[in-house]
T-cell receptor, first 113, second 114 residues
Framework: NAGVMQNPRHLVRRRGQEARLRCSPM?????VYWYRQLPEEGLKFMVY????????ESGMPKERFSAEFPKEGPSILRIQQVVRGDSAAYFC???????????FGQGTRLTVV | AQSVAQPEDQVNVAEGNPLTVKCTYS??????LFWYVQYPNRGLQFLLK??????LVKGSYGFEAEFNKSQTSFHLKKPSALVSDSALYFC????????????FGAGTTVTVRA
């Protein structure tokens, strides 16, 4: 059973471009969470999704950021018009339901130049 | 609101010595507590969790943690540290009631010297 898969592992974007980060949850998991890790900080919750539904996006910046988890395919975190401050590691986690434990992917390290 | 504090940014120990990484939490009700480890340029790896039951929890790679409700602490311990334990360690808490968010501490960098 493969773990949570994130791609790409590393992503470089110029200021103003769009970044798309993908997350495939573990098999059988229908809950996906995105976290952001800024340099020398802990992980901060961004958004919680279930299939075709955004449950909680209270940790998402109000502008330029969006997330989806379609019926088919991976969850996507999309950042439009990236700025240098968006440079961070973005982690995806999944869980089978409301259980206590979430499994994390390897993360995508976004660098904005 | 829930929160986690890791009071030490860095912990340095000699190989073979005991290792302790401190964590205190603040949460309403009974918490779910977790420890994760992050090696350089790698993702988060789960070490152990406390949900209920015995206060002493054993996890991966010889680590254990003790849940202390009166002190609201969940310190991570290893009796004999290895150089390969050098990494960034995160404590996290989650409320079991309708909250699914993990709140992470800022992390503690552990360096084990040979």
């Amino acid at each position: 059973n493969a773990g949570v898969m994130q791609n790409p592992r590393h992503l470089v974007r110029r200021r103003g471009q769009e970044a798309r980060l993908r997350c495939s949850p573990m098999k059988g998991h229908s809950h996906v969470y995105w976290y952001r890790q800024l340099p020398e900080e802990g992980l901060k919750f961004m958004v919680y999704l279930q299939k075709e539904n955004i449950i909680d996006e209270s940790g998402m910046p109000k502008e330029r950021f969006s997330a989806e988890f379609p019926k088919e395919g991976p969850s996507i975190l999309r950042i439009q018009q990236v700025v240098r401050g968006d440079s961070a590691a973005y982690f995806c986690a999944s869980s089978p339901g409301g259980g206590p434990e979430a499994f994390f992917g390897q993360g995508t390290r976004l660098t904005v130049v | 609101a829930q929160s986690v504090a890791q009071p030490e940014d860095q912990v340095n120990v000699a190989e073979g010595n005991p290792l302790t990484v401190k964590c205190t939490y603040s949460v309403s009700g009974n918490p779910y507590l977790f420890w994760y480890v992050q090696y350089p340029n790698r993702g988060l790896q789960f070490l152990l969790k406390y949900i209920t039951g015995d206060n002493l929890v054993k996890g991966s790679y010889g680590f254990e943690a003790e849940f202390n409700k009166s002190q609201t602490s969940f310190h991570l311990k290893k009796p004999s540290a290895l150089v390969s334990d050098s990494a960034l360690y995160f404590c996290a808490v989650r409320q079991p009631s309708n909250d699914y968010k993990l709140s992470f501490g800022a992390g503690t960098t552990v360096t084990v010297r040979a």
